[in-house]
């Protein structure tokens, strides 16, 4: 059993930094991938991110490249996706998720958090 509580999230305007902050308690985060993912108004969830419970690779959606960055810290048990150069189009809620394995978190995570808001404005 993994928990997971999503913190960091806020009102931007378009072109500011925010970081997100993914804390996880259970005993075996360390072997678990994490990812992010976001749902805007009125639109399905989509993937931004994933990392292995090794965090030598990292995943991204082809619309955050360059712009987002995820990493995590198995000593604190906390994912962080860090986002630059922020867009209204990046508005939503922002979800964290895990599963046992980097392929697995990126289409059917067995686990949720609460969600997020990001706001940004233009």
């Known amino acids: 059993q993994v928990r997971l509580v999503e913190s960091g999230g806020g009102l931007v305007q378009a072109g500011d930094s925010l970081r997100l902050s993914c804390a996880a308690s259970g005993p075996t985060f360390s072997a678990t991938a994490i990812g992010w993912f976001r749902q805007a108004p009125g639109q399905e969830r989509e993937f931004v991110a994933a990392?292995?419970?090794?965090?030598?690779?990292?995943y991204y959606a082809d619309f955050v490249k360059g712009r987002f960055t995820i990493s995590r810290d198995n000593a604190k048990n906390t994912v962080s996706l860090q986002m630059n150069s922020l867009k209204p189009g990046d508005t939503a809620v922002y979800y964290c998720?895990?599963?046992?394995?980097?392929?697995?978190?990126?289409?059917?995570?067995?686990?949720w958090g609460q969600g997020a808001q990001v706001t940004v404005s233009s």
């Open positions: 998720a895990a599963a046992r394995t980097s392929a697995l978190v990126r289409t059917t995570p067995d686990y």
């Open positions: 990392i292995p419970w090794s965090g030598d690779t990292t």
